[in-house]
């Protein structure tokens, strides 16, 4: 089974802190994603990655930034943390195409910044 | 962009009963994925679709590409069942670009 490992379930940080929040795959995955997931807005994509060291922007990627080093580990940062950065944070990882495979999900990262 | 709508937005049903939950899209797609989310956060993949019908254990997913709909049945319904049911959709077009979501539906089954 694909194993998705996110760093750390709960997190709390301050305002204007860098932040560093890390997922890593064992499957040898090309494609690897980091979504947010706020109450009433459901899952949104912040950046996703389908090689290494390339990024493409999502749907809300102000306030962030990626970085993929190594095909396994794809980190998400929050240069300077705001409270609005305050969310359940997703990391996804898939095979191929992301339109035609499954996504494979960590367990989240509840993050709150005071 | 597709916009991707679910109803209902929560549900409380009783043990055994037949459940359906519904997803619809705006804008073509190439696959449809059903999605489970328990409390605590972790998302489990329940299927991804393009065509037809698909089936597993007492979980059912159909889709009718025309009018681009897509429902997620139960049967013989389970408290274990209770949980955030997520509709996703793929685009069309090159590239591996994320899904986007609709905004889940909160299910609650009573014993």
New interface residues.
């Given amino acids: 089974d694909v194993k998705v490992t996110q760093s750390s379930?709960y997190l709390v940080k301050r305002t204007g802190e860098k932040v560093f929040l890390e997922c890593v795959q064992d499957m040898d995955h090309?494609?690897m994603?980091w979504?947010r997931q706020d109450p009433?807005?459901?899952?949104?994509?912040i950046y996703?990655s389908?090689d290494v060291k390339m990024k493409?922007k999502?749907?809300i990627p102000e306030g962030y930034s990626v970085s993929r080093e190594k095909k396994e580990r794809f980190s998400l940062i929050l240069e300077s943390a705001s409270t609005n950065q305050t969310s359940?944070y997703?990391c996804?990882s898939?095979q191929?195409?992301?339109?035609?495979?499954?996504?494979?999900?960590?367990?989240?990262t509840?993050l709150s910044i005071l | 962009?597709n916009e991707v709508e679910q109803s209902p937005q929560n549900l409380t049903a009783q043990e055994e009963e037949f459940i359906t939950i519904n997803c619809s899209y705006s804008v073509g797609i190439?696959?449809l994925?059903w999605?489970q989310q328990h409390p605590?956060?972790?998302?489990?993949?329940l299927f991804?679709l393009s065509s037809g019908k698909k089936k597993h254990g007492r979980l059912i997913a159909t889709i009718n590409i025309q009018e681009k709909h897509s429902s997620l049945h139960i049967t013989a319904s389970h408290p274990r069942d209770s949980a955030v049911y997520?509709c996703?959709v793929?685009?069309?077009g090159g590239?591996?670009?994320?899904?986007t979501?609709?905004?889940?539906t909160h299910l609650i089954i009573q014993p």
Avoid at chain 1, 40 to 45: K, T
Avoid at chain 1, 96 to 108: C, E, M, S, V
Avoid at chain 2, 40 to 45: A, E, F, K, M, N
């Fill in positions: 379930r090309e494609n994603f979504y009433g807005l459901g899952l949104r994509l996703f389908y493409e999502g749907d359940m997703l996804a898939t191929g195409r992301a339109r035609n495979q499954p996504q494979h999900f960590g367990d989240g509840r | 962009k190439s696959a994925h999605l605590g956060g972790g998302i489990v993949s991804m997520i996703a793929a685009g069309t590239g591996a670009d994320g899904l979501f609709g905004k889940g």
